[in-house]
């Protein structure tokens, strides 16, 4: 039997686990304008850890393993952010070349990062067109404080996904087309008034509430569809789009937020229509920090709950 030095056998298994762990992932990337900022959508197959920062000039992207991407139809879509993506030599970072002062947030969708580059980006000047009647643009959902109905038994079924995490647990309406949304906040909890209806399955969520929801309901405000989230007191809200999907972010409550929500005075015994009187919505904002556009958004990976 022929037997190798233990030096040379150590030194062969660091190298293949090197060459093995040096394997680049194959990843789609997409670029998309939106009003007021740009974003990039790195589409892994399996979670990765990950960072963006800008520096100087240079929005700076790292993952935790190589990535094998074509960058130009994402520099091509966001020419007005980023001239060139320069991918490093171990390939686990990307380098990009801002055209202006932008800022820069990172976060992620389950598998898939996503990096908004923040700021406004110059704008062309429009060509001069004859002068047209100005058209309103559609009203975003406003919760109706009067009593809704009960779901009508012909509407379209809407798919909904329940992801919980150490933090938070995420509510993901899957919507077949865009649809605007709204969110505001009532005495009963979180509602989320949808600009169209549908059935949306909350058997999960009435049945075996995830962390910090305790329960939910669906009505039809009008032609609106209103979903309410039955949360615990403090629990914090993070809304955002994800392609046509819509996606809830209910967190653990903070010191602050529990103190607010314990500071809250009792509701005043009134109707059940004043009693369901919502505050202002808050218009859908991009995806914060930790957790996934205002305006309309484009197509991206579907938030994975």
């Known amino acids: 039997m022929v037997r190798f030095p233990r030096l040379a056998t150590l030194t062969l298994t660091a190298f293949l686990a090197a060459t093995i762990g040096a394997r680049a992932d194959s990843v789609a990337v997409k670029g998309a304008p939106h009003e007021d900022y740009g974003r990039l959508v790195f589409a892994w197959e399996l979670p990765v850890k990950y960072s963006a920062t800008v520096k100087g000039d240079q929005l ?18 966001l020419a007005k952010y ?38 406004q980006a110059p704008k062309t000047e429009p060509k001069p067109e004859p002068r047209k009647a100005e058209a309103k643009p559609p009203a975003k959902p406003t919760a109706d404080p009067t009593p809704g109905t009960p779901l009508p038994t012909d509407l379209p079924a809407l798919k909904v996904r329940i992801g919980e995490h150490a933090d938070y647990t995420r509510v993901v309406f899957d ?51 209103a ?24 967190g653990r409550p903070t010191p602050d937020s529990l103190a607010k929500a314990q500071a809250k005075p009792a509701p005043a015994a009134a109707p059940a229509a004043d009693a369901n009187k919502p505050t202002a919505l808050t218009p859908p904002v991009p995806a914060p ?17």
């Not at 700076?60 to 879509?77: E, H, L, Q």
């Not at 077949?176 to 008034?193: C, F, L, R």
């Open 289 to 305: 920090a930790e957790a996934l556009p205002a305006g309309a958004q484009p197509p991206t990976p579907a938030a994975p709950p």
């Open 175 to 225: 919507w077949p087309k865009e649809v605007d949304y709204g969110v505001a906040d009532t005495d009963q909890g979180t509602v989320v008034i949808f600009a169209r209806g549908a059935r949306p399955d909350l058997s999960r969520l009435k049945s075996d509430p995830p962390p910090f929801i305790r329960g939910a309901s669906a009505e039809m405000k009008g032609k609106r569809l």
């Open 60 to 77: 700076v992207v790292t993952f935790g393993r190589p990535i094998d991407a074509s960058y130009a139809g994402a520099v091509k879509a």
């Open 227 to 250: 979903v309410t989230l039955n949360t615990v007191p403090g629990a914090t809200i993070k809304h955002f789009l994800s392609g046509k999907g819509i996606v809830i972010d209910v």
């Open 82 to 119: 980023i001239k060139d993506a320069k991918p490093s030599a171990d390939k686990k970072q990307v380098t990009f070349t801002l055209t202006g002062p932008f800022g820069a947030r990172a976060f992620d969708t389950g598998a898939a990062v996503v990096v908004d580059i923040t700021g």
